[in-house]
């Protein structure tokens, strides 16, 4: 098994910043790649940013420029550095982690609320 631990939510006005951090322990073989989902009450979860063991990245449009994910090999550990933080990117963050373990293998941690308001 693998267990996420994420911190780093909280509120924040408009324009603060914020880092999430999510740390993958327990039996991890090879991790594939680390993401951030987030979802808003009444909208589907939807991919915020992901990043590859060759520390390739990809970002959802509304956070390109606003939003960096990197990644820790080391200790496992995935960041989410969100500036400029605007009204709607309040939601619940969700940390993913894909492994190789023979097949693949995908796990989530149990999120972490962030909100944006004045």
């Known amino acids: 098994q693998v267990q996420l631990v994420e911190s780093g939510g909280g509120l924040v006005h408009p324009g603060g910043s914020l880092r999430l951090s999510c740390a993958a322990s327990?039996?991890?073989?090879?991790?594939?790649?680390m993401g951030w989902y987030r979802q808003s009450p009444g909208k589907q979860q939807e991919l915020v940013a992901r990043?590859?063991?060759?520390?390739?990245?990809n970002y959802a449009d509304s956070v390109k420029g606003q939003f960096t994910i990197s990644r820790d090999n080391a200790n496992n550990t995935v960041y989410l550095q969100m500036n400029s933080l605007k009204p709607e990117d309040t939601a619940v963050y969700f940390c993913?982690?894909?492994?190789?373990?023979?097949?693949?293998?995908?796990?989530w941690g149990q999120g972490t609320q962030v909100t944006v308001s004045s």
């Open positions: 990043i590859t063991s060759g520390s390739s990245a």
């Open positions: 327990g039996r991890i073989f090879s991790i594939v790649a």
């Open positions: 993913n982690v894909v492994i190789r373990a023979g097949l693949l293998e995908s796990y």
